[in-house]
């Protein structure tokens, strides 16, 4: 099958080299980490798209292992399911846009489908419009009410009546895309950095005063991790694991960043009031600290609050103790009591 055919490794600058891996969806972030670290051992161009995709450009690494692109992914499958019990779906091919729609037509739990850059055009042409990587569901909605259905359709469609449908700048990407055009390259980016702090429930509750004790509980430690390794978070995520298996999950930047008890706490429980808690059993919680960067990073704003500044004050003493006597020494409510 041409959309199965394995590249040869050459001399031939046209070769498929970009590797598109789909984790399974809702995984957990610290595994995703590790995902990532197996990737790494490919190749050191690794493009981290939270929350569970990464592109891999591997040109570079063809000549040192040896082998084609297609047996890199198959190595990486068994990796993944070997030492992280994780199954992924790897789309391989000359480009982003094909690497990407090659992934897309796996179905899970995993397995990997590479395009030769001889078959892109006859691979991409008969699929359905909205396959193709980088066509929303709008965008898919316009063109097959002009009569576009597939890929194939959209190649032959004139540039300029494309971008009449779908404007300047999505029109011209559409089209070059329909045809395997893509120049974008896979630009190294790491996963932003992030702490987390976890609390499970004795027994499922529906009691909110326990349930917003144990936030403020994981606030401070959250935020004693921070200001211990001398970091700041810009966001903060919380996730409701409920009984039964579900979750509710939500992301907030920080109005600045920040690793202060009382602003995570007004962010935590800004968050907790979003879920709209009525009748749910709580498992546990899971409070995680986004896009961790230095604190010497971060402009100090000058506070005219008193009472916030007091806080800061006792803070800092509270951090004292809790290096002396240990993380357990002070405990929420402590925190919290009012300064003036």
């Known amino acids: ?47 981290a798209l939270p929350p569970t995709v990464a592109l891999v450009e ?13 047996y890199l992914g198959e190595v990486l499958r ?3 399911l070997s030492r992280l019990g994780v199954d992924v779906r790897v789309g391989i091919g000359p480009t982003i846009t094909v690497a990407a729609t090659a992934s897309g037509q796996i179905d899970a739990p995993g397995g990997v489908l590479a395009v030769d850059p001889d078959q892109v055009v006859d691979w991409l042409a008969p699929l359905p ?7 929303g569901p709008k965008q898919a909605v316009a063109m097959r009410e002009f009569g576009v259905h597939c890929v194939g359709l959209l190649a032959a469609v004139p540039p300029a009546t494309v971008q009449r449908l779908l404007g300047g700048r999505a029109g011209r990407m559409a089209a070059d895309r329909a045809r395997g055009i893509d120049p974008r390259p896979v630009a190294p980016r790491a996963l932003p950095a992030t702490t987390t702090v976890r ?14 004790a144990a936030l403020l509980d994981l606030v401070v430690q959250l935020a004693y991790q921070l200001r211990h390794r001398g970091q700041v978070a810009r966001g903060l995520t919380l996730v409701l694991r409920f009984a039964g298996g579900t979750s ?8 600045e960043a920040s690793a202060h008890d009382d602003d995570l706490r007004t962010m935590a429980y800004r968050l907790i009031d979003a879920a709209g808690l009525q009748r749910g059993r709580l ?47 002070i405990g929420p409510a402590a925190t919290f009591l009012r300064v003036s």
């Open 58 to 70: 591997l040109r570079g690494s063809l000549r040192y292992h040896g082998t084609s692109t297609r």
């Open 283 to 329: 498992a546990g919680l899971v409070l995680r600290g986004e896009d961790l960067v230095d604190a010497d990073q971060v402009a100090l704003q000058i506070s005219l609050d008193r009472v916030r500044e007091n806080r800061l004050v006792a803070e800092a003493v509270s951090d004292r103790i809790r290096a002396k006597f240990g993380p357990g020494a």
């Open 199 to 212: 609390h499970s429930f004795a027994q499922h509750t529906l009691d909110g005063a326990v349930v917003r």
């Open 129 to 135: 419009v909205e396959d193709l990587h980088g066509i």
């Open 1 to 47: 099958m041409a959309a199965e055919a394995q590249m040869r490794v050459s001399g031939d600058q046209r070769v498929s080299s970009v590797m598109h891996v789909r984790c399974p969806d809702r995984l957990r972030e610290d595994v995703f980490r590790q995902v990532l670290e197996l990737l790494a051992e490919f190749s050191p161009v690794v493009q």
């Open 248 to 255: 509710w999950e939500k992301t907030r930047r920080l109005p």
């Open 78 to 80: 068994i990796r993944t």
